[in-house]
């Protein structure tokens, strides 16, 4: 069975940093692209990062330059080391499988980690 | 790798049809057909119910189904359902990266 669990989010200040896991199992990281969407309260879907199973990553507009998407294919986990955080990353963030049968679709989303960023 | 636009709701009595649109540009829902539609329940995780524009993923019932012209795709729920009032969000491929819609909240009357 396949899932996905995140951890690492909280409360930090602007300007800090954090970093979330997304612990997979029942695949592995390593052959499928995967990414982190996050969703502010009340507020809609947002598409943040993408690494593909060749290692290759990309980057929203708003987070380029700040956000880090990497894995540890050891421990079948995915990470987004987030710096000089802003108000407005405040949202949860879902580490989500897209499919390797179709394209582009995500076929499988963690719980949601919820990012606070507040002085 | 600006939002899909989406109107902000829609609403139906049980048993008749909505049908929810999803305008982006050339660059985005009208130059691939990799448009995904996503339902979220209140606290929920997101979960697929079209992909490439009209497939449905097993388990999804065909009461859902999905279309596109030009750079604008459409979700057509039919025989409207209680369980159906949730949040749908259209995702397509970008190049290199995903877009996402701004949502529309569906109400079942």
């Known amino acids: 069975e396949v899932q996905l669990v995140e951890s690492g989010g909280g409360l930090v200040q602007p300007g800090g940093s954090l970093r979330l896991s997304c612990a997979a199992s029942?695949?592995?990281?390593?052959?499928?692209?995967m990414s982190w969407v996050r969703q502010a309260p009340g507020k809609g879907l947002e598409w943040v990062s993408i690494i593909y199973a060749g290692g290759s990553t990309y980057h929203a507009d708003p987070v380029k330059g700040r956000f880090t998407l990497s894995r540890d294919n050891s421990k079948n986990t995915l990470y987004l080391q987030m710096n000089s955080l802003r108000a407005e990353d405040t949202a949860v963030y879902y580490c989500?499988?897209?499919?390797?049968?179709?394209?582009?679709?995500?076929?499988?989303w963690g719980q949601g980690t919820l990012v606070t960023v507040s002085s | 790798q600006s939002a899909l636009t989406q109107p902000p709701s829609a609403s139906g009595s049980p048993g008749q049809s909505v049908t929810i649109s999803c305008t982006g540009t050339s660059s985005d829902v009208g130059g691939y057909n990799y448009v995904s539609w996503y339902q979220q329940h209140p606290g929920k995780a997101p979960k697929l119910m079209i992909y490439?524009?009209?497939k449905r993923p097993s388990g999804v019932p065909d009461r859902f189904s999905g279309s596109k012209s030009g750079n604008t795709a459409s979700l057509t729920v039919s025989g409207l359902q209680a369980e159906d009032e949730a949040d749908y969000y259209c995702s397509s491929y970008a190049g290199r990266s995903l877009v996402f819609g701004g949502g529309t909240k569906l109400t079942v009357l």
């Open positions: 989500a499988r897209l499919s390797d049968i179709v394209y582009w679709a995500i076929d499988y």
């Open positions: 490439e524009v009209s």
């Open positions: 029942g695949f592995s990281v390593s052959s499928n692209y």
